[in-house]
């Protein structure tokens, strides 16, 4: 069998289980215990990187309510911080469902340059074009960009970790390690780190609402914030069939893709399908249940072995205290197919 492309190269889908996340090249994890109360709790811990760590009473700032700033408000304070929250189903690679959290803050000045998803680097090695604002509209392949984590003096350390809390529910905690340079808010079972830093994938409901935590350390107050973000509704794919792992697809012949169409008016559907030699096609299909990839598109690719992700996302932002926090959530489903 041909070797898999990029997403498979090393750790990588290894990464969505528990196994291999705390070999990650240039991460250190055992910067700061997590310091996390029960997940269970709906009190908000306090996550220092001094004092007592165990504490679980916290003075926290609420920032004030400006509206949505995707409607025509722009952030303000001096920070921008991301955070990508990514649910995967069990597929043809991976036998159980897997959550994974990923998230950082930088200046204001340099911001994310558009980009939203922060997990797929870290997850995946794997730096996913960022997808075309209009629905239905497709970029034909291109090679996989390589993911620029910009200079260091860029991005700012702030608490010990991210929460988005949702009453009755685990949470889902992203904890600070460091990768490189490079101070990461994700989900690890890295020795050093508390067990609510690796969540169990059925902390993740769709369609619901997280209340969101920022723990600011020395960077700024902690934030328990009344804002929330909502996960996108459940995707379930209908063609191809996804189930099978290494299933004929032929290149000259049109890519049928159907799904159960969505209910959420601020959901998309992003597709990409990535060859062997990592070059990617990169759909944005409104949520309305099908979509096809030309013969065309498909004859630019590599012939062999090709995954295919399909995804359901949406985008929050919100305001925080010093400055603006984009939040986007996936529920992605991965197919493996060979190219003929």
Do not use: K
Request: proline share 7%; glycine share 8%; charged share 20%.
């Amino acid at each position: 069998m041909m070797q898999r492309s990029t997403i498979l190269i090393g750790c990588a889908w290894l990464l969505l289980s528990a196994s291999c996340r705390e070999d990650d090249p240039g991460t250190s994890p055992t910067t700061a215990a997590s310091g996390f109360a029960d997940s269970s709790s709906t009190q908000a811990p306090v996550i220092s990187t001094t004092g007592d760590p165990t504490a679980t009473t916290a003075t926290t700032t609420v920032a004030p309510e400006t509206g949505e700033p995707w409607a025509g408000t722009a952030y303000t304070g001096d920070l921008r911080g991301i955070l990508t929250v990514t649910f995967t189903p069990a597929h043809a690679l991976a036998e159980g469902d897997t959550i994974g959290l990923a998230g950082g803050y930088r200046i204001a000045e340099v911001g994310w340059d558009g980009a939203e998803d922060l997990y797929s680097p870290v997850a995946y090695q794997l730096a996913l074009p960022t997808p075309p604002d209009t629905p239905d509209t497709l970029v034909s392949a291109e090679p996989v960009p390589v993911y620029d984590w910009g200079n260091a003096d860029d991005w700012r350390q702030a608490g010990n970790g991210m929460r988005l809390r949702r009453v009755g529910e685990p949470d889902l905690v992203a904890c600070l390690v460091f990768n490189g340079e490079y101070p990461l808010y994700r989900t690890s079972d890295a020795m050093g780190l508390g067990d609510e830093c690796n969540p169990d994938a059925t902390a993740w409901s769709p369609s619901a609402q997280y209340q969101v935590v920022l723990y600011g350390g020395e960077l700024f107050e902690d934030n328990d914030l009344s804002q929330s973000v909502t996960t996108p509704p459940a995707l379930t794919v209908t063609a191809p069939d996804l189930s099978q792992f290494d299933a004929a697809l032929p290149a000259d012949q049109d890519l049928a893709i159907a799904w159960e169409a969505g209910d959420d008016p601020e959901a998309r559907i992003i597709i990409r399908v990535i060859d062997t030699n990592a070059n990617v096609i990169t759909v944005h299909a409104a949520d309305d249940g099908d979509t096809t990839i030309p013969a065309a598109e498909l004859g630019a690719l590599t012939l062999g072995p090709l995954e295919l992700s399909i995804a359901r996302e949406r985008t929050d932002r919100i305001q925080f205290s010093d400055g603006g926090l984009t939040v986007l959530s996936r529920y992605e489903r991965w197919g493996f197919f060979d190219l003929f």
